[in-house]
């Protein structure tokens, strides 16, 4: 599927995400990844974090609100949080969470996992969505999905890095 893809390998592609247990039969996927030149522990507050904003193109998801650029000292998620806010409004639903680990959500029809994976002195921070219904749409979403989830994905890659 054109747009599935960015950033991961095969073997990325091919491991269990959390949101598998949510999503068993998919009728559509997609796969994204960054590396990190920061530890896990570095990483997982701008995870967390996500539950103020979506760290994208703030213009189009964020109705120009500036997505924060500073560590709020959130707590950890826990099952049942909202998961994003889109211009001061929650939206989403934190489904699963092992902190340092994963944070898995649900958005609109769409199952979402993010997962730390350590990397020594990096981290490779990946992205899986996966959605019960839409199959004939799925191309159209994973296309539109991967201009923001790259941004977003970079824009926590930057972050990390100069903490």
């Known amino acids: ?22 999503v068993p039969r998919p009728a559509w996927q997609a796969w994204r990844g960054v590396t990190i030149d920061a530890t896990p522990d570095a990483v997982w507050p701008w995870i967390v974090q996500l539950r103020l904003a979506p760290y ?7 109705l120009g609100r500036r997505s924060p650029r500073e560590l709020r000292g959130l707590p950890d998620p826990e099952v049942g949080d909202p998961f994003t806010a889109t211009a001061g409004r929650s939206i989403g639903t934190v489904l ?4 340092g680990v994963q944070l898995t959500a ?12 350590d990397a020594g002195q990096s981290t490779r ?19 539109g999905d991967l201009v923001m989830a ?3 994905l970079l824009n926590i890659k930057t972050l990390a890095e100069a903490r």
Not at 106 to 117: F, I, N, Q, T
Request: glycine share 8%; hydrophobic share 40%; aromatic share 10%.
């Open 125 to 143: 921070l990946l992205l899986k969505l996966a959605a019960r219904n839409g199959r004939a749409l799925g191309p159209l979403i994973a296309v």
């Open 150 to 152: 790259r941004k977003q």
């Open 1 to 22: 599927m054109i747009g599935d893809r960015w950033g991961v390998t095969d073997a990325e592609t091919s491991r269990h995400y959390p949101c598998d247990d949510f």
């Open 96 to 99: 699963s969470v092992e902190p």
């Open 106 to 117: 649900k958005l609109v029809g769409a199952y979402m996992s993010y997962v730390l994976v």
């Open 56 to 62: 994208s193109y703030d213009w189009i998801d964020n």
